[in-house]
């Protein structure tokens, strides 16, 4: 099992920033590719981001390319989401989600994640 807990939601203006955070404990953490979700009322969970166990590559939505940046922390089995230029189409609630790296498989896809974190709002006004 891999335990996910995400902090560091919130309400803030329109272009505004925040940062994200997911610490994961349980089993060996660089055995996880990790992924940020997102989901807004009545709307389905949506892809953010992703990153590959070593950091080496990271994936975007292209609707927040250039404003969102991923990284991990394998030393502290930390994940991080930088969030700049915040737009009130952003809020939803992020989803911060573990799969196993040694299955090939689609990265976007919700479903072929195995563990996931409780959820933090986060809240964009105009």
């Known amino acids: 099992q891999v335990q996910l807990v995400e902090s560091g939601g919130g309400l803030v203006q329109a272009g505004g920033s925040l940062r994200l955070s997911c610490a994961a404990s349980?089993?060996?953490?660089?055995?996880?590719?990790m992924g940020w979700f997102r989901q807004a009322p009545g709307k389905e969970r949506e892809f953010v981001a992703a990153v590959s166990w070593s950091a080496g590559s990271t994936y975007y939505v292209d609707s927040v390319k250039g404003r969102f940046t991923i990284s991990r922390d394998n030393a502290k089995s930390t994940v991080h989401l930088q969030m700049n230029s915040l737009k009130p189409e952003d809020t939803a609630v992020y989803y911060c989600?573990?799969?196993?790296?040694?299955?090939?498989?689609?990265?976007?896809?919700?479903?072929?994640?195995?563990?996931w974190g409780q959820g933090t709002q986060v809240t964009v006004s105009s």
């Open positions: 989600a573990a799969r196993n790296r040694f299955r090939k498989v689609d990265y976007m896809d919700y479903r072929n994640y195995d563990y």
């Open positions: 349980g089993r060996t953490f660089t055995d996880y590719a």
